[in-house]
């Protein structure tokens, strides 16, 4: 840790740190070079407050967080880029300019990548929405921009391309292929078809509010994004919530794991040509769902992380309800497991389909369970932790293989390991009020949140204005890092096996769409 | 094989009661007539277009083919083009960028081309609202038959709005 950070308060270990625009490069290939991952990249509006433009980078260190912070003159507006060194950041950086209006610049002087990446028309590219002057509803003429995407010749190569609307209950974004007979030569993916303004948004409520808004940047993460936002205004308001609360917490956290899980697990039986899957594990979901209705008062427990707390609390004979619940889903989970892994058909699918090895896998940075399928044993749960993990004891489910099957398999464990976590919260739920009071944070004080979602690592990263209102909120969901391997992982794949990869990775749209 | 059939016959089967029609949920008088109500009421095909949800409405409407819900047995099916769609239900807010693409979905689809709009956000942009990148409720771009609110809404509910755009009750003759 450099002696110069300075520490964010809260519940994960995390500094942040001025630099200038030598330093964010410098620091960038040292920290490349120490084994950390770029987390996220954001950039906001300072010039009301006489600082330009303010872009951050968030790395995940071994000690926990640091975020480098470097000031960019609005004149000028560029700063160096970092694709480079951590390949995840193209997009996110193209997205700054989209939003903000400045762009990397590499050391050649050349800008990397100049076409748009949440810009698909909807306003002129010389406007950026997170300027402090643009109004959250300012209207602009809807304008109809072609999209440059990657030409790739050869003999006998074709294009496929779908989307933005896919056949199938799905979320929209555009797939270009292209294909020697059905064979995958390449994938070029265009996301932000639904971007909804989000960032934006959150500046028109007041950090009470806004905990409502982050429950819904990727629905299926609602408590993850409704933790990480808590936890980031926690730490500014200097709370911490009550024990239960914490377990509690934890508990619904577990719960979204499993029930993503299950439903994956289900769909990707389908994909695989076993939809008797399909109907065993959509129906431990909906079992489980329902469960949570009865208890929680929501299927899928949103809104019932609160600032300070949680929203819903449970008995004695509601805990051993649970348990119950576990215990069989626990026997069931089991069996589907040996069919799943005795099924040959589903097996031949699986086994070396959608390779991702390791090596890419670091390269890009990618986070969650498909870095985890990957040979990568990172799970914020377990290193560094956060309350009440830490008690916990959490296991790392992990593979080496890389493929379908490889993700198969860690959906599984991960599913008993939060049966297991499920039991042990319940088993030793402190006593105790569910909530603390959180007071109005000063205006400017900064806050991070940091959980371990089912899909991966989702942040929030939210800054204090006058009197409880938001100035600036980034949530950043793990699709980020892990949608650009996922065109690696289809090359030499044929066309056909797309969707049983796609789903494999189970990425967010919603999340990085904004 | 033996395990898969014995997991089969053991769970058995899990259907439950269809729910009924719900006229609350109606926005355009009903514009169908008997004869069309009485062919869709048998095999209906719907086509799923999401413009910006936050894809926990999504998450409802893969509910309802779960054997619970098992909307397939009632010969409600999903489908993957719009030209073979009677209806299309809409999930979240329209984003602007995504605008283009649900009015081309919404003229490739046949006649009566039903419309039902999904969740808080499809009847009022719910928690998004209207920005410089989103236009809000899915009326705001496409006539609306029927809006299901619930954030998400439950299967059930979806099941009871899609139902209502379909039953007869108010049903005036087109
Ligand atoms: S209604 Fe709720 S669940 Fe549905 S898209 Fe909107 S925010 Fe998501």
């Not at chain 1, 950070?5 to 410098?26: F, I, N, Y």
């Not at chain 1, 967080?65 to 700063?79: G, H, K, Q, S």
Request: aromatic content about 6%; glycine content about 10%; proline content about 6%.
């Amino acid at each position: 840790m450099e002696i110069s950070a300075q520490p964010v308060p809260g519940a994960v270990p995390a500094w942040r740190k001025q630099v200038d625009a030598e330093r964010w490069r410098t620091l960038a290939e040292q920290l490349l070079s120490a084994g950390s991952r770029l987390g996220a990249l954001w950039a906001s509006d300072e010039r009301d407050r006489g600082g330009g433009y303010l872009l951050r980078a968030l790395y995940v260190i071994f000690e926990g967080l640091l975020i480098a912070e470097l000031r960019v003159d609005p004149a000028l507006a560029t700063y160096p880029d970092l694709s480079d060194l951590f390949a995840c950041a193209g997009r996110m950086q193209r997205a700054a300019f989209d939003l903000c209006g400045m762009r990397a610049v590499s050391i050649s002087g050349e800008i990397p990548d100049v076409r748009p990446w949440l810009r698909h028309g909807a306003w002129p590219a010389d406007a950026h929405p997170l300027h402090r002057e643009h109004a959250l509803s300012q209207p602009h003429p809807q304008t109809e921009e072609r999209y440059a995407f990657v030409p790739v010749e050869g003999e006998g190569v074709h294009e496929i391309a779908v989307g933005p609307v896919h056949a199938g209950i799905i979320e929209p974004g555009h797939f270009r292929f292209s294909v020697v007979g059905e064979r995958v030569l390449r994938l070029e993916q265009r996301l932000g078809y639904k971007h909804k303004g989000i960032e934006k948004r959150f500046e028109s409520l007041s950090l009470a509010e806004g905990i409502r808004l982050a429950g819904r940047v990727s629905g299926d993460s609602t408590v993850a994004y409704a933790w990480a936002y808590a936890m980031a205004l926690e730490g500014m308001a200097g709370t911490t919530p009550p024990a239960r609360a914490l377990y509690l917490r934890a508990l619904f956290l577990e719960r979204e794991r499993i029930a993503n899980h299950l439903g994956d697990l289900g769909s990707l039986g389908n994909d695989g040509g076993l939809a008797f899957g399909l109907a065993q594990f959509s129906r431990l979901k909906e079992d489980m769902l329902r469960t949570n209705a009865a208890l929680f008062g929501h299927r899928y427990l949103m809104d019932r992380v609160v600032p300070g707390g949680v929203a819903a609390d449970i008995g004695d004979s509601e805990s051993a309800a649970i348990l119950a619940e576990g215990e069989r889903l626990r026997t069931e989970l089991r069996t589907l497991r040996a069919i799943y892994y005795n099924h040959a058909g589903l097996q031949d699918r699986c086994i070396t389909c959608g390779r991702l090895t390791p090596r890419t896998a670091a390269t890009l940075g990618v986070v969650g369970l498909v870095a985890r399928a990957s040979g990568h044993a990172i799970d914020l749960r377990v290193h560094p932790g956060h309350p009440p993990y830490g008690e916990l004891q959490p296991e790392i489910a992990s593979h080496r293989n890389g493929d379908v099957a490889a993700r198969i398999v860690v959906r599984f464990e991960e599913a008993f390991e939060s049966l297991k976590l499920q039991r042990r919260i319940l088993h030793r739920l402190p006593t105790g009020p569910i909530a603390a009071s959180v007071c109005t944070p000063d205006e400017a004080a900064f806050g991070i949140g940091w959980i371990e979602g089912w899909r991966g690592e989702v942040f929030v990263a939210l800054e204090a204005g006058p009197n409880g209102a938001i100035r600036r909120c980034h949530p950043h969901d793990p699709s980020w890092q892990n949608w650009p391997a996922l065109e690696h992982a289809i090359i030499g794949n044929i066309v056909p096996d797309f969707p049983l990869v796609n789903k494999s990775f189970s990425l967010s749209y919603a999340g990085q769409d904004l | 094989m033996y395990q898969l059939l014995k997991q089969i016959v053991k769970v058995g089967i899990k259907t439950e009661a269809r729910p009924l029609a719900d006229e609350s949920m109606r926005v355009l008088a009903g514009r169908l007539n008997d004869e069309v109500l009485r062919l869709l009421g048998r095999a209906l095909t719907i086509r799923h277009v999401d413009p910006g949800s936050c894809n926990g409405c999504e998450l409802e409407i893969h509910a309802l083919n779960n054997p619970y819900y098992n909307l397939e047995g009632l010969g409600i099916k999903f489908v993957a083009s719009p030209r073979h769609a009677d209806m299309l239900l809409v999930t979240g807010p329209v984003a602007k960028n995504m605008e283009q693409a649900l009015r081309r979905t919404y003229a490739a689809t046949p006649e009566p081309k039903l419309v039902v709009a999904i969740g808080d956000c499809g009847c009022s942009g719910g928690v998004f609202g209207e920005n410089y990148a989103c236009r809000g409720a899915v009326a705001n771009v496409l006539p609306v038959d029927v809006t299901v609110p619930g954030c998400p809404p439950t299967p059930t509910a979806i099941m009871q709005g899609i139902l209502t755009a379909i039953s007869g009750k108010a049903g005036t003759k087109a």
